[in-house]
Protein backbone atom coordinates (compact mmCIF):
# COMPACT_ATOMS: atom_id res chain seq x y z
CA UNK A 1 0.00 0.00 0.00
CA UNK A 2 1.96 3.21 -1.13
CA UNK A 3 2.25 6.02 1.56
CA UNK A 4 4.59 9.15 1.04
CA UNK A 5 6.62 9.31 3.86
CA UNK A 6 8.49 12.26 1.89
CA UNK A 7 6.22 15.41 3.55
CA UNK A 8 5.18 15.63 6.84
CA UNK A 9 1.96 16.27 7.84
CA UNK A 10 -0.06 18.81 9.74
CA UNK A 11 -0.08 16.58 12.96
CA UNK A 12 3.84 15.67 12.82
CA UNK A 13 4.92 19.03 12.06
CA UNK A 14 2.95 20.31 15.18
CA UNK A 15 4.03 17.42 17.47
CA UNK A 16 7.68 18.20 15.91
CA UNK A 17 7.40 21.74 17.10
CA UNK A 18 5.85 20.62 19.94
CA UNK A 19 8.77 18.23 21.30
CA UNK A 20 11.27 21.06 20.51
CA UNK A 21 9.94 23.60 22.54
CA UNK A 22 9.47 21.63 25.27
CA UNK A 23 12.91 20.40 25.04
CA UNK A 24 14.39 24.06 24.47
CA UNK A 25 12.45 25.10 28.46
CA UNK A 26 13.93 21.87 29.81
CA UNK A 27 10.67 20.22 30.69
CA UNK A 28 11.31 17.18 28.59
CA UNK A 29 14.21 14.47 28.00
CA UNK A 30 14.63 13.39 24.38
CA UNK A 31 16.40 10.57 25.51
CA UNK A 32 12.98 9.73 27.58
CA UNK A 33 10.93 10.28 25.25
CA UNK A 34 12.69 8.17 22.57
CA UNK A 35 13.11 5.32 25.22
CA UNK A 36 9.40 5.61 25.48
CA UNK A 37 8.80 5.10 22.32
CA UNK A 38 11.31 2.59 21.66
CA UNK A 39 9.24 0.65 24.54
CA UNK A 40 6.02 0.70 22.65
CA UNK A 41 7.86 -0.29 19.35
CA UNK A 42 9.77 -3.17 20.77
CA UNK A 43 9.55 -4.40 24.56
CA UNK A 44 5.77 -4.41 24.45
CA UNK A 45 5.11 -4.62 21.08
CA UNK A 46 2.84 -7.84 19.08
CA UNK A 47 5.26 -10.47 20.73
CA UNK A 48 2.65 -9.65 23.48
CA UNK A 49 -0.45 -10.50 21.15
CA UNK A 50 1.77 -13.42 19.64
CA UNK A 51 1.83 -15.11 23.27
CA UNK A 52 -2.24 -14.38 23.76
CA UNK A 53 -2.62 -16.41 20.20
CA UNK A 54 -0.18 -19.22 21.35
CA UNK A 55 -2.14 -19.56 24.64
CA UNK A 56 -5.34 -19.72 23.21
CA UNK A 57 -4.33 -21.81 20.80
CA UNK A 58 -3.28 -24.43 23.20
CA UNK A 59 -5.13 -24.27 26.09
CA UNK A 60 -8.81 -24.26 25.18
CA UNK A 61 -10.00 -23.29 28.85
CA UNK A 62 -7.82 -20.27 28.09
CA UNK A 63 -9.32 -19.26 24.52
CA UNK A 64 -12.61 -20.08 26.50
CA UNK A 65 -12.11 -17.17 28.94
CA UNK A 66 -10.45 -14.78 25.83
CA UNK A 67 -13.67 -14.71 24.31
CA UNK A 68 -15.93 -14.18 26.97
CA UNK A 69 -13.67 -11.62 28.95
CA UNK A 70 -10.53 -10.59 26.77
CA UNK A 71 -9.57 -7.79 28.68
CA UNK A 72 -9.11 -10.37 32.04
CA UNK A 73 -7.59 -12.78 30.13
CA UNK A 74 -5.00 -10.50 28.40
CA UNK A 75 -4.10 -9.44 31.68
CA UNK A 76 -3.64 -12.47 33.38
CA UNK A 77 -0.74 -13.27 30.79
CA UNK A 78 0.67 -9.87 32.29
CA UNK A 79 -0.63 -7.38 28.99
CA UNK A 80 -2.47 -4.82 30.30
CA UNK A 81 -2.00 -0.88 30.09
CA UNK A 82 -3.31 2.59 28.10
CA UNK A 83 -5.22 1.85 24.81
CA UNK A 84 -5.94 -1.95 26.25
CA UNK A 85 -8.56 -1.07 29.05
CA UNK A 86 -11.64 -3.04 26.48
CA UNK A 87 -10.48 -5.93 24.75
CA UNK A 88 -12.50 -7.98 22.16
CA UNK A 89 -10.81 -11.21 20.84
CA UNK A 90 -12.10 -11.96 17.69
CA UNK A 91 -11.96 -15.50 16.52
CA UNK A 92 -11.52 -16.12 12.69
CA UNK A 93 -12.83 -19.29 11.34
CA UNK A 94 -13.67 -21.06 8.54
CA UNK A 95 -16.51 -19.25 8.01
CA UNK A 96 -15.64 -15.63 9.07
CA UNK A 97 -12.48 -13.41 8.90
CA UNK A 98 -12.48 -10.59 10.89
CA UNK A 99 -10.69 -7.26 9.81
CA UNK A 100 -9.79 -4.78 12.31
CA UNK A 101 -9.68 -0.83 11.07
CA UNK A 102 -10.03 2.54 13.23
CA UNK A 103 -12.23 4.32 10.27
CA UNK A 104 -11.66 7.87 12.73
CA UNK A 105 -8.25 7.78 13.30
CA UNK A 106 -5.46 5.36 14.33
CA UNK A 107 -7.64 3.22 17.66
CA UNK A 108 -5.32 0.17 18.09
CA UNK A 109 -4.43 -1.99 21.13
CA UNK A 110 -1.23 -0.72 22.56
CA UNK A 111 -0.32 -3.43 25.07
CA UNK A 112 -0.67 -6.11 22.88
CA UNK A 113 0.60 -4.93 19.32
CA UNK A 114 2.54 -1.89 20.44
CA UNK A 115 2.17 0.89 18.21
CA UNK A 116 0.22 1.13 14.72
CA UNK A 117 2.25 0.52 11.78
CA UNK A 118 2.22 3.48 9.08
CA UNK A 119 -0.28 1.85 7.56
CA UNK A 120 -2.89 1.51 9.24
CA UNK A 121 -3.31 5.27 10.24
CA UNK A 122 -3.16 6.03 6.34
CA UNK A 123 -6.75 7.39 5.22
CA UNK A 124 -6.37 4.09 2.04
CA UNK A 125 -6.49 1.76 4.34
CA UNK A 126 -8.78 3.44 7.09
CA UNK A 127 -11.77 3.96 3.90
CA UNK A 128 -11.02 1.12 2.30
CA UNK A 129 -11.22 -1.61 4.81
CA UNK A 130 -14.90 -0.53 5.07
CA UNK A 131 -16.03 -0.70 1.41
CA UNK A 132 -13.43 -2.85 0.19
CA UNK A 133 -12.17 -5.62 2.55
CA UNK A 134 -11.88 -8.25 0.32
CA UNK A 135 -9.74 -6.09 -2.03
CA UNK A 136 -7.17 -4.61 0.89
CA UNK A 137 -6.88 -8.51 2.37
CA UNK A 138 -5.75 -9.10 -1.42
CA UNK A 139 -3.36 -6.35 -1.01
CA UNK A 140 -1.47 -7.92 1.75
CA UNK A 141 -1.71 -11.46 0.05
CA UNK A 142 -4.65 -12.77 1.77
CA UNK A 143 -7.09 -14.49 -0.29
CA UNK A 144 -9.79 -16.31 1.71
CA UNK A 145 -12.82 -18.90 -0.33
CA UNK A 146 -15.59 -16.73 -1.63
CA UNK A 147 -17.70 -18.56 0.94
CA UNK A 148 -15.64 -16.96 4.20
CA UNK A 149 -17.68 -13.99 5.03
CA UNK A 150 -15.22 -11.00 6.05
CA UNK A 151 -15.77 -9.14 9.09
CA UNK A 152 -14.85 -5.27 9.28
CA UNK A 153 -14.55 -4.26 12.75
CA UNK A 154 -14.29 -0.18 13.77
CA UNK A 155 -11.86 0.36 16.74
CA UNK A 156 -13.48 3.24 18.87
CA UNK A 157 -11.75 5.04 21.97
CA UNK A 158 -13.58 2.82 24.27
CA UNK A 159 -13.11 -0.75 22.66
CA UNK A 160 -9.89 -2.58 20.81
CA UNK A 161 -9.70 -5.58 19.17
CA UNK A 162 -7.54 -8.73 18.74
CA UNK A 163 -7.53 -10.91 16.10
CA UNK A 164 -7.39 -14.94 16.82
CA UNK A 165 -5.95 -16.33 13.57
CA UNK A 166 -6.58 -19.85 12.89
CA UNK A 167 -4.58 -22.15 14.23
CA UNK A 168 -1.96 -23.06 11.11
CA UNK A 169 -2.20 -27.05 9.82
CA UNK A 170 0.50 -29.23 10.99
CA UNK A 171 1.74 -27.50 14.33
CA UNK A 172 0.12 -30.27 16.71
CA UNK A 173 3.85 -30.86 17.95
CA UNK A 174 4.75 -27.46 18.57
CA UNK A 175 4.80 -25.88 22.15
CA UNK A 176 3.58 -22.49 22.89
CA UNK A 177 7.22 -20.75 22.58
CA UNK A 178 7.17 -22.17 18.42
CA UNK A 179 3.43 -21.61 18.11
CA UNK A 180 4.32 -17.67 19.08
CA UNK A 181 6.96 -17.49 16.39
CA UNK A 182 4.32 -18.39 14.13
CA UNK A 183 2.20 -15.33 15.12
CA UNK A 184 2.43 -12.22 13.11
CA UNK A 185 1.30 -8.40 13.85
CA UNK A 186 -0.79 -8.18 10.41
CA UNK A 187 -2.58 -11.64 11.41
CA UNK A 188 -3.80 -10.48 14.76
CA UNK A 189 -4.97 -7.06 12.59
CA UNK A 190 -6.94 -9.71 10.23
CA UNK A 191 -4.88 -8.50 7.23
CA UNK A 192 -2.11 -11.41 7.22
CA UNK A 193 -2.31 -15.12 7.98
CA UNK A 194 0.40 -16.95 10.76
CA UNK A 195 2.96 -18.40 9.24
CA UNK A 196 3.43 -21.86 8.27
CA UNK A 197 5.63 -23.88 10.22
CA UNK A 198 8.90 -25.18 8.62
CA UNK A 199 8.84 -28.90 7.89
FE1 LIG B 1 -8.88 5.82 16.30
Known amino acids: MSHDHSELGEMDLRVRALETV ?8 PAALDLLIDTYQTKIGPRNGARVVARAWSDPAFAEGLERDATAAIASLGFSGRQGEHM ?34 SAPYRSRAVKDPRGVLADFG ?17 VRYLVIPMRPAGTGGLSEDQLAELVTRDSMIG ?9
Not at 91 to 108: A, G, I, K, Q
Not at 113 to 118: D, I, S
Not at 142 to 158: F, H, M, N
Open 142 to 158: VTLPESTEIRVWDSTAE
Open 22 to 29: LTQKGYID
Open 88 to 121: VALFNTPERHNLVVCTLCSCYPWPVLGLPPTWYK
Open 191 to 199: CGQPKEPVA
